[in-house]
């Protein structure tokens, strides 16, 4: 699996992070047990940006190297 395929991969997982919190949000409003779901979805939406921001700094680090070997050709 590719650096590129990880970023994908954790774009997918954040997407539907927000989406699970934005339903516990809306669910919570009517059950307070769900306001324990929408927590738990924030923290797994923040883990993913986390993830998805490292990722993002390798995969910008790797094709700024290769740019940088490409222009002194």
Request: aromatic share 6%.
């Amino acid at each position: 699996m590719s650096i590129f395929d990880i970023y994908a991969n954790n774009r997918v997982a954040i997407a539907d992070a927000q989406i699970r919190m934005d339903d516990a949000q809306r669910d919570s409003d009517a059950d307070p047990f769900n306001q324990e779901l929408l927590l738990k979805a924030k923290a797994a939406s923040a883990d993913m940006d986390v993830r998805a921001g490292w990722v993002n700094y390798r995969v910008t680090s790797k094709r700024e190297a290769i740019l940088g070997i490409i222009n002194k050709s």
